[in-house]
């Protein structure tokens, strides 16, 4: 036996008939309208408009959203997501599930926080791969600390003015509306309320932040925001209570990255095995020096650890007592994984590995990104040293 | 017009199978299992007739153990409205298959019986054909294009010189060839949905069928490795191997 994507992965009793079902259907769904071209979006910087509403057909962008609004909610659980997150992650293209799947970042603000008017105009459209929406925090003049945000939203009769500018905001270019986070009142937490803000309104402008390490494929963009007025209604929640909605969305979306970068891990793996077999060296395969087959075991260990404590977080969000600390410090475990995964199966590619055109190459560039992207490192461990009251 | 549609599951297309190490079948153990892809484009064909008003049910029915389930599950994510399994016990021959499905076909009255041409694990290309002997049905098989017309069907056939267009009377049989469709991904809302959906299970007694074996597999080997390539110094040398060697001028 090889060690492949599929075998590299250790059994989880959790998986039932459809979770199989689902990936077998969305793996075809890859391999056939995403894979043959995904090497050729990346170096494009884009993906095409009309993946869209194939992904809606689908069912990939409606997974977990209420039925009311197109999605597909009923009987969907966490392995329904994770199986999700290994499909695109397997592509080897960080940029297509960022861009593709932004939504998951930006629509469950509105979802679980919005108007049912703001619901009704917005979920349906983005669940059908019609219209788009990102997810506006970080600013120019600050990322991970979200509280002291600077970008205003002044109250003007029924309106707000909002001034100030979002950056590094994946989908940002194409989105037709953003869930935006503003300051609406005093300093520090309490001050910030979330804005749904459409793209066409007037004072808005955006620029493409199209050269990047990695994630080439997603169409990062700096927005700014010049006298734009917005209506009261588009508040997401409450007045200053933006900080809570804000910190809800973050257990989601470090599963999504978690769960991603380990099976980008994998397929480095897979990689890099398949080469060793192959590739003879000295007169004998790769596989066979100690050297090379030390790194492949190592690459396991690493795999099988980050894999059962995604399941363990995954199981901790099923039974409704999910811990945020532990669920920062596995996005910690992840990106030191495929970070470690990238660097082995380049050394064991060799040259081959650092041409473009191979998964693993691609994977190598997007490791910064995953590890600073979604709360850094630095930022994890900060956040888990609280959550744990040390 | 209910349209009857049998599936088989069968190893994946993307799987590189091997061979069992005493030479006894194939190895199944841990292996990725699917629908048969020409069944997948007889299901396919089945649930676009339905979509387009001609069939007002579909009913998929596959033949083997529990786990055939599976693919019966698959076939109803496409779009099926309930399936029927024959339970069985390890391999069952074309000739059985075929019976077993006439015993469906007699409790079930389809007008139309949509098959693959053939199975990618046994390639037997039998039970289709045997079916319509055995129902006494018109049956058109290698379909690339079928239209239903009232009480008729065409179907239009891949053969070595081209296409042929047969009509046939309708309850009629029809085996489907690659090119009849691009069947659908089912999407994540029907797979779930297709939990949901009915699934009754017969015996071989329910349908007064024995199962009986008439052949035995006496061996399975892998085909024979190929050989790296060598590079020739002349023309001459080419044309000498190609003649002496290899024997194909």
């Known amino acids: ?390 | 017009m209910k349209v009857l549609v049998a599936v088989k599951r069968v190893v994946d297309y993307n799987v590189k199978v091997r061979a069992k190490a005493d030479g006894s079948d194939v190895d199944l153990n841990n292996v990725k299992m699917s629908i048969n892809p020409f069944c997948e484009i007889a299901v396919e064909e089945a649930v676009r007739l339905k979509e387009a008003g001609t069939a007002t049910e579909v009913i998929a029915v596959s033949i083997g153990d529990k786990a055939c389930q599976e693919q019966i599950r698959t076939a109803l994510a496409l779009g099926a409205d309930r399936g029927i399994q024959v339970e069985t016990e390890g391999s069952v021959e074309p000739l059985v298959v075929a019976k077993l499905l006439k015993g469906v076909v007699e409790k079930e009255q389809p007008q139309l019986v949509i098959l693959g041409k053939q199975s990618i694990d046994g390639d037997n290309n039998q039970t289709g054909q045997m079916l319509g002997a055995l129902t006494n049905m018109p049956q058109g098989t290698f379909a690339s294009e079928i239209a239903v017309d009232g009480d008729k069907l065409s179907v239009t056939r891949e053969v070595d010189g081209g296409l042929q267009t047969l009509s046939l009377n309708m309850p009629a049989i029809v085996t489907s060839d690659l090119r009849l469709n691009e069947p659908r991904y089912a999407s994540l809302p029907n797979i779930m949905k297709a939990k949901k959906k009915p699934l009754d299970v017969y015996s071989p007694a329910d349908l007064g069928v024995e199962v009986t074996t008439h052949l035995t597999q006496v061996s399975v080997e892998p085909p024979a490795e190929r050989q790296a390539g060598i590079k020739v110094e002349s023309v001459d040398e080419l044309v000498d191997k190609l003649k002496n060697e290899a024997k194909v001028i």
């Open chain 1, 1 to 390: 036996m090889s060690l492949t994507f599929d075998s590299a992965r250790m059994p989880n009793p959790h998986m039932r008939e459809e979770h199989e079902a689902w990936r077998t259907q969305l793996r075809r769904f890859v391999d056939t309208e995403i894979m043959p071209y995904a090497e050729q979006w990346d170096e494009d910087g884009h993906i095409p408009i009309e993946l869209w509403p194939k992904a809606a057909e689908v069912g990939l962008l409606g997974l977990g959203y209420p039925e009311a609004f197109g999605g597909i909610s009923e009987g969907i659980d966490s392995w329904h997501n994770w199986i999700t997150n290994e499909e695109l992650a397997r592509i080897g293209v960080g940029g297509i599930p960022a861009s593709l799947m932004v939504h998951g970042i930006g629509l469950p603000p509105v979802i679980n926080w919005g108007s049912e008017a703001m619901k009704q105009a917005v979920a349906p459209s983005v669940i059908a791969g019609e219209k788009h929406i990102a997810l506006g925090i970080t600013e120019p003049g600050g990322g991970s600390d979200v509280a002291n945000l600077s970008t205003t939203a002044e109250r003007d009769g029924d309106h707000f003015i909002v001034n100030g500018s979002k950056t590094y905001i994946t989908g940002g270019m194409r989105a037709n509306w953003v869930s935006t986070a503003v300051r609406t009142g005093g300093e520090g937490p309490g001050g910030v309320s979330m804005l749904l803000i459409p793209t066409d309104a007037e004072g808005f402008s955006r620029t493409a932040l199209d050269r990047k390490q990695g994630w080439w494929a997603s169409d990062t963009a700096t927005l700014y925001f010049d006298n734009v007025r917005v209506p009261v209604e588009n508040l997401i929640g409450e007045e200053n209570k933006g900080f809570l909605v804000i910190m809800t969305n973050f257990n989601g979306e470090r599963m999504a990255m978690a769960s991603g970068m380990e099976a980008m891990a994998r397929v480095c793996l897979e990689e890099a095995v398949a080469w060793a077999q192959e590739r003879k060296t000295f007169g004998k395969r790769l596989a066979d020096h100690q050297v090379i087959r030390h790194k492949i075991a190592q690459m396991k260990q690493k795999l099988n650890a980050t894999q059962a404590y995604v399941r363990a977080c995954y199981e901790s969000i099923e039974s409704g007592t999910p811990n945020p600390g532990d669920i920062a410090m596995l996005k910690v475990q992840a990106s030191e994984t495929v970070e470690f995964c990238a660097r082995e199966a380049m050394q064991i590619l060799g040259g081959i590995g650092y041409m473009r055109g191979s998964r693993v190459e691609r994977i190598y560039r997007e490791v910064r990104v995953n590890a600073i992207g979604g709360g850094s490192e630095e930022i994890m461990r900060d956040l888990a040293s609280r959550q744990y009251g040390i």
